[in-house]
C-alpha cells in the first residue's frame, strides 16, 4: 500500500509543477497584483459595518483575506442556514468566519458577499451555540 500511495505522490510531480507554472504565467499576463488590492480595499470597506455588532470581536483584512472574529462559540449551524438564506458559502473555523475569494471576483460578488456577512451577523441568532456544544457542519 505504502508504495502505491509513493507512486501516485511521484506520479503527481510534473502535474503539480506544471500548474505552478501556468499560474507563475497568469501573474505575469493579468493584473493579479492589482486586483489583490481591489479585494482588499473593497473587503475593508464591506467588512467595516461587522465592528459595530455586538458579538464581533475583530475585523481583519489582509490583502485578500477577510476575517470576522466572532465572540465565544457561536451557533454555527445558524450561520450557515443565514449564509445559504442568502445564497452565500461560507465555512466559519469556530470563531470565525474566513474570506478568501478568488483573485476574479468581481466587484458585485464581492459586495454580495460581504454585505451578507454582515447582514447575517445582524440579524441570525448565532451568538451562542446551543449547549455550549461544538457544532460540525453537516
Do not use: H
Not at 10 to 31: I, T
Not at 104 to 120: K, N, Q, R
Amino acid at each position: 500500500m505504502m508504495r502505491f500511495t509513493r507512486v501516485v505522490i511521484a506520479a503527481c510531480v510534473p502535474l503539480a509543477c506544471a500548474a505552478a507554472n501556468a499560474s507563475l504565467d497568469l501573474f505575469e499576463r493579468e493584473p493579479r497584483l492589482a486586483q489583490v488590492k481591489e479585494i482588499e480595499a473593497r473587503m475593508i470597506a464591506g467588512l467595516a459595518p461587522c465592528r459595530g455588532i455586538p458579538g464581533v470581536v475583530d475585523v481583519r483584512v489582509r490583502g485578500a483575506v477577510g476575517v470576522v472574529e466572532l465572540a465565544g462559540r457561536p451557533d454555527l449551524v445558524a450561520l450557515r442556514q443565514g449564509a445559504v438564506k442568502r445564497g452565500l458559502w461560507l465555512r466559519p473555523f469556530g470563531n470565525i468566519i474566513y474570506l478568501a475569494p478568488a483573485l476574479t471576483i468581481g466587484a458585485d460578488d464581492l459586495d454580495a458577499l460581504t454585505s451578507g456577512i454582515c447582514a447575517i451577523l445582524e440579524q441570525e441568532d448565532w451568538r451562542e451555540s446551543p449547549a455550549g456544544k461544538v457544532q460540525e457542519w453537516e
